[in-house]
Nanobody
Framework: QVQLVESGGGLVQAGGTLRLSCTASGSTFSNYAVGWFRQTPGKERELVARISDAAFRTYYADSVRGRFTISRDNAKSTVYLQMNNLRPEDTAVYYC?????????????WGQGTQVTVSS
């Protein structure tokens, strides 16, 4: 069973910075791409960033491109999301998951997520 643990969220003012961490256990982490997702009440979960298994390719949603940076450390089975110049609309619960392409990989379940709140 894959276990996903997100951390690093918090309350920041607009323009502030957070770095989220996601650690995956119970899987072959390095074999998968990893995505960061976010969800707010009344909205679908959206993919905001993705990094390929070997970190050669990255994807960012238009809303975060240029402000967020995804990275990974396969030795630690951890992926990070550096979030700069945060905006109130970035407020959401952020989740990670392993991906095959852009589809969920070995886990169809989600961790607890980490709350990011950006005040204006």
């Amino acid at each position: 069973q894959v276990q996903l643990v997100e951390s690093g969220g918090g309350l920041v003012q607009a323009g502030g910075t957070l770095r989220l961490s996601c650690t995956a256990s119970g899987s072959t982490f390095s074999n998968y791409a990893v995505g960061w997702f976010r969800q707010t009440p009344g909205k679908e979960r959206e993919l905001v960033a993705r990094i390929s298994d070997a970190a050669f390719r990255t994807y960012y949603a238009d809303s975060v491109r240029g402000r967020f940076t995804i990275s990974r450390d396969n030795a630690k089975s951890t992926v990070y999301l550096q979030m700069n110049n945060l905006r109130p609309e970035d407020t959401a619960v952020y989740y990670c998951n392993l991906l095959n392409g852009y589809r969920l990989g070995p886990s169809q379940y989600w961790g607890q997520g980490t709350q990011v709140t950006v005040s204006s």
